[in-house]
């Protein structure tokens, strides 16, 4: 049974950082692609990073980019999220996804129908 678990999540003010963390059991992190997404009240989930198979490809949307970075720990079977200069904008709930189809992917996938697995989510909020 494949279970991805999100945790890091907070209260922070503007400017500070976090980092997300996605536990998986079930399945081994670094043989697929990953994607982090992000849900804001009354708003559609968006992809805010994503990683290919085997630490290739990432993918950040202009929102995000040079401010959020993705990586993995193969050794703990854990993708990251480190989110610095965090704004009120990135207030949202944060999940981490994978799908049967990105197992070996050597790219990334932007589309949200091609990720089974999703974790419960963990709460950004970001205010002074």
């Known amino acids: 049974q494949v279970q991805l678990v999100e945790s890091g999540g907070g209260l922070v003010q503007p400017g500070g950082s976090l980092r997300l963390s996605c536990a998986a059991s079930?399945?081994?992190?670094?043989?697929?692609?990953i994607g982090w997404f992000r849900q804001a009240p009354g708003k559609e989930r968006e992809v805010i990073s994503c990683?290919?198979?085997?630490?290739?490809?990432?993918y950040y949307p202009d929102s995000v980019k040079g401010r959020f970075t993705i990586s993995r720990d193969n050794a703990k079977n854990t993708v990251y999220l480190q989110m610095n200069n965090l704004k009120p904008g990135d207030t949202a709930i944060y999940y981490c996804?994978?799908?049967?189809?990105?197992?070996?992917?050597?790219?990334?996938?932007?589309?949200?129908?091609?990720?089974?697995?999703w974790g419960q989510g963990t709460q950004v909020s970001v205010s002074s």
């Open positions: 996804a994978t799908g049967t189809s990105l197992y070996g992917s050597i790219w990334y996938s932007l589309r949200l129908i091609d990720y089974d697995y």
């Open positions: 990683i290919a198979s085997s630490d290739g490809a990432t």
């Open positions: 079930g399945l081994t992190l670094n043989d697929y692609a």
